[in-house]
């Protein structure tokens, strides 16, 4: 059995690079037999949303070529991932199967389902990290509980991280003597159709193991020296987005973290900063790890009193970005047209959604869940319970972001409002925010009419806050 192949399960961990699963096969004397999945079991509810799948797609395509290069082949298959995997190693007389592990409850369900339908098969399971820096289980606090506060998590994180070195690419992979059938891509329909709302993504991104690396280059060539300062402004490119790429494991966070380190900026410095948010990442996979509920329930059980309200009308004029706040829809729209939002927006939505209009966080967690093209079970999740105030280390509940003087505070110019609302442009900068406050000739210069060519508000803010504390109360009253 020494020679039998080692099948290598694809997950989120698109990559060829840093890919510990991989090279530990490669070293192998045997053949490998790369295979992606589409799993038939979702990680709970949340089967793989719209976006994703859009960006899942290409990044399947970019990491066949890779392995193309290597001398192998990525087979696609399509179920129940222990029903597939029993059959391939069936199929291909595999010894050995390796993958990269997951954080979500379902994922570990899935590995113990399948290490022991291999272990039955007499095939050697080998799970390997990767898409962490740390490990869930090794960080703890001086009680041995897991941590529930960022800043001691991190910093209990940095005193451990000594040696980082990303694992290069295999020089080449054995291909076994006759490769086993494998799907078409294109029969899994992962494109939209009818209508194709993926038009904006395109110019954006290039997923793919090398589009990752060059996001990260020009990221780090640049914008990383101003990130301190710039990280805030969604008129600026003054992130990285990585975060699909990240989350899809076309590129590692090993990989993040020492190509960073080598950057002027880093030592306390703006490359610090970015590597704190990479922390955010870590922390959010923790949490889900620790508490499985986190997508789907409150962290502080307390929150499951606020009474929420239902309203459709209101729900949706937030999905299509119609509240007439102009940096909400401005986000919202941005999200719908580029499957990505910047983050200091996300938290505006986020809390209009949830403190404006009362509206659930699990209904905005669930649209970012299918239109985000880095929707994160457990970044979104903890990002969602963030706002809510009902997360870990979260924002105060009664911290209500108000949209006028965070649209002028982060989008001085109003740029990033006439790019997205582009309904808007003809506004001086002095009313973009808050148009409902023109007068009539400056809104007919610009081409406005309030509730034909862009929405009156559809709440007050004012009212909306009282509303929102009064909700809190609630809470606060259930927890005694
Ligand atoms: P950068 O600022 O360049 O940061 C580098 C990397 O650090 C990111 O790529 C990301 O992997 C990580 N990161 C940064 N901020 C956070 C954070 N607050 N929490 C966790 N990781 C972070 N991020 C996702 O990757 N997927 C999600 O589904 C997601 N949903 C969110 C929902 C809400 C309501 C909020 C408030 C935040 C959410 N975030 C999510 C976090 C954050 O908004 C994005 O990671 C960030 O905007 C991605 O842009 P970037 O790559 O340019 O980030």
């Keep these: 059995m020494a020679d039998a192949p080692t099948i290598v399960w694809f997950r989120q961990d698109l990559r060829v690079s840093d890919h510990p699963a991989l090279t530990a096969a490669s070293k192998r004397d ?6 992606y999945i589409l799993c038939d ?44 995997l029993q059959a391939l190693a069936k199929e291909t007389g595999a010894a050995r199967l390796h993958w990269t592990r997951g954080y979500a409850a379902d994922a570990g369900k899935i590995d113990t389902a399948v290490k022991e339908a ?14 962490l820096l740390f490990e869930p289980e090794e960080i703890k606090t001086g009680g041995g509980t897991p941590y529930k506060v960022f800043t001691p998590f991190w910093r209990a994180c940095r005193g451990e991280i000594s040696d980082v070195t990303p694992l290069g690419t295999p020089d080449e992979l054995t291909a076994p003597k006759d490769w086993p059938e494998s799907d078409a891509l294109d029969d899994w329909g992962l494109l939209p159709h009818s209508p194709d709302w993926s038009d904006g993504f395109a110019p954006l991104w290039t997923p793919g193991e090398e589009g ?8 780090l060539d640049g914008p990383v020296s101003s990130y301190d300062t710039d990280r805030d402004r969604p008129d600026k490119e003054g992130t990285s987005r990585l975060s699909p790429h990240l989350h899809f494991g076309e590129i590692s966070p090993r ?40 997508p789907d329930e409150p962290f502080r059980p307390e929150f499951s009193a606020f009474p929420w309200a239902e309203n459709k009308k209101a729900l949706r004029a937030w999905q299509r970005g119609q509240t007439g706040y ?44 299918d239109t985000l093209v880095d929707a994160d079970l457990a970044s979104n999740a903890a990002g969602w319970q963030w706002v ?7 924002s105060p509940y009664f911290r209500i972001f108000n949209p006028i003087s965070q649209g002028q505070k982060f989008d001085p110019n109003g740029d990033y409002v006439r790019e997205f609302v582009p309904e808007l442009a003809g506004l001086p900068k002095s009313v973009i925010h808050e148009p409902w406050t023109a007068d009539g000739a400056t809104l007919a210069q610009a081409g406005v009419t309030l509730g034909e060519t862009y929405p009156k508000p559809i709440v007050d803010h004012g009212e909306a806050r009282k509303r929102a504390l009064a909700g809190y109360d609630v809470v606060k009253e259930a927890h005694g």
Excluded: Y
């Design 326 to 369: 102009p940096i909400v829809d401005a986000g919202m729209r941005q999200l719908w047209q580029t499957g990505w939002m910047h983050n200091r927006v996300r938290m505006i939505v986020a809390s209009f959604l949830i403190k404006h209009l009362l509206i659930h966080w699990r209904e905005g967690e669930a649209w970012f869940w």
């Design 118 to 131: 291999m272990d039955a098969a007499d095939v050697t399971c080998k799970r390997f990290a990767g898409r």
């Design 30 to 35: 045997g053949a490998v037999v790369p295979v």
């Design 41 to 84: 079991e979702p990680e709970g509810d949340w089967s793989i949303g719209g976006a994703s799948r859009w960006w899942l797609h290409h990044s399947l395509v970019a990491l066949s070529r890779k392995l193309e290069g290597l001398g192998s082949r990525l087979i696609l298959r399509r179920g129940a991932a222990v029903d597939v």
């Design 388 to 394: 809510a105030g009902s997360g870990a280390d979260a």
């Design 212 to 219: 990752a690396q060059q996001k990260l280059k020009s990221f």
């Design 255 to 294: 990989q993040v973290w020492v190509a960073t380190q080598h950057t002027n900026a880093a030592d306390g410095g703006d490359g610090d900063k970015f590597l704190a948010e990479i922390g955010w990442r870590e922390f959010s996979h923790h949490l889900l790890f620790h508490w499985p509920t986190l």
